[in-house]
């Protein structure tokens, strides 16, 4: 066998009796639990003991060896790792602390593999430190057996020591799971990972479990936090970068809270009337294989807070994002709805982002101090404005609101639908959507097409005009909060004037009467008004300004009662080439006359 101490024989025993071993555990050797035999035994930690290098757990038969861990047992700078047959239990009054020298590694030093399970269960593992791979599951897509890395109670607490390529790592047949207690795993600085989930494996956190991160967070497989599970950041730990994207043609990675579910910033400095504003990065949705999906649903009545910005950027694939209830947050930058993954790479014509939004509300903030981004931040549905020239490809973006409410009010920021390189709708058949602050509001711009679509709800525009159909790209220039003005960045599709921007509101209304709405001012610009709809503007200009193009134009479709409005509460400019369209052929009603348009 190999050097080291070994457990005996298949039977119940304590760890610190000798004479349970073939050599009693020394200070820095390697302890052996790998007996075979007809029956299950545990092997108790109850007392004092020597730090050794190193645990192995396995069995070569079909039972089980569990270690108890009831009092303090220490590992120096060897490997814990648990195979076949292993149980660990490190119960209330057990602390298992693995010390590590202050150096490099990227090797494996704590493994889970065929079916071994790691529980905490009111006590203590603490890795100070820890240096190397910590992984939970089998490095294949065919292993069988689940490994599971389980808290409920207590506390798991695993410092990384830094390094790129070190960290947690969740393999296809791994499982953690968090009940109860709290798991902390956390990088000494942002640009490391500190977790990864590899392929397929499963992130359950439930009941009153906690999850605290600190570094760059890879979920590639799937994650739920329900009951009143938290999600933290490390406290002293620069902010955690939340990657969802799958990592394989096919797969799905997803990130779901459901029930009171959500993230916790208590404790965490308040900025602007946000606790927390700052505990967390950015949410990346990331998506660029084929037939890939990225899945993130906030199904619960919890808090979903997360900085700077929300990216579903896509490349091939798609990336889909649901809320039914809840608090959403974005602080700092915005929401990108489908915007480029890479700017240098062409994207499928399949590649698609899209979010569904039922209850609830979704607050976007940002602040003064961003302003030192020169590029577009806010609600962007569709962004293609920063796609490589001559590396085209459509990115598509939907937004399909049906209920709740959705507050953009990022300072300078953008409300866009339909950017560059880009196809966006907005399909709006209940709730509310609010643009308010100073910026922007764009459907169809620098040769994008955008498609906001109302039959219910509403929607007011209170601190930007509203343009449909292009904008000349020179008026988009921010307070800079360093270096005064400056332009946005724009390299996609800069001399293009084909953009398309449509309105149509066939019920409920858009209300932008305290703002201008300009039609086709570098493009095609178009509203469409059905049988109930009403849209508000305090001046409305029909433009003509590129030439050759075909450009403003204002249609009203009747139904049997009747047809909607366009209210126009200062100035109508009608340029050469604008175009009235009037479609009557439902209406069976006596009424002699509307005004479809009042000025």
Known sequence: SVDGSHWRTAADGIWGEAANWTTPPAANGAVFVNADGADDYTVTVGGDTVPVKSVEIHRGDSGLAT???????????????????????????????????????????????????????????????????????????????????????????????????????????????????????????????????????????????????????????????????????????????????????????????????????????TYNGVEGAYMFGQLKANQDVDDGLTRIRFLGDGLYQFNSSFEMAINRGRAEMEQTGGFFRTYSAGIAVGTCLYA???????????????????EIRATDAYARNDRMHGLLIGNGTYVTEGKRGRITGRLFLSG???????????????????????????????KKDAGWALIGFAGGEGRYVMSNGIAKVSGSDVWLGGAPQSSFVMSMSSGGPKAMALPACPDSHEAKGLLRVWGGSFDASTRNMYLGCDGTGRIEVGPTGKVSAKNLVLSNAVAGVATSSLRFEFDADGVGQIAVGGKLTVKPGSKLEVDVGDYSAQKSGYNIVTY
């Open 67 to 269: 270690l108890a861990v009831g009092a303090t047992l220490e590992t120096f700078e060897g490997t814990a790792s648990f195979g076949a047959g292993a149980r660990v239990s490190v119960g209330e009054d057990g602390l298992w602390k693995v010390t590590s020298k202050d150096e490099y590694s990227t090797a494996t030093k704590f493994s889970l593999s065929d079916g071994a399970v790691f529980s905490v269960d009111g006590g203590s593992f603490q890795a100070p430190n820890f240096g190397g791979m910590m992984l939970i599951g089998d490095n294949n897509d065919t292993a069988s057996g689940t490994n599971t890395l389980r808290v409920t109670d207590g506390q798991l607490d695993i410092q990384l020591r830094k390094s790129a390529d070190s960290g947690v790592r969740l393999y296809p047949n791994g499982r953690i799971e968090v009940s109860g207690g709290t798991a902390r795993f956390y990088t000494q600085r942002t640009s490391d990972q500190c977790f990864r989930n590899d392929r397929g494996g499963t992130l359950e956190v439930s009941g009153e479990g906690r999850l605290e991160l600190g570094g760059n967070v890879y979920f590639q497989g799937a994650q739920r936090f329900s009951g009143n599970a938290r999600l933290s950041a490390v406290k002293g730990v620069d902010s955690p970068v939340f990657y969802v994207n799958p990592l394989g043609a096919g797969k799905v990675a997803t990130l779901e809270f459901a029930d009171h579910a959500g993230v916790d910033p208590t404790g965490y400095p």
């Open 344 to 362: 240098a790479q062409s994207t499928t014509p399949n590649a698609e982002a899209v979010w569904r939004m039922s209850g609830g509300t979704a």
């Open 404 to 434: 709740g409410a959705i507050t953009n009010m990022c300072y300078e920021s953008f409300f866009g639908v339909g950017l560059g390189d880009a196809y966006g709708e907005l399909i709006q058949t209940g709730g509310e959507f609010v």
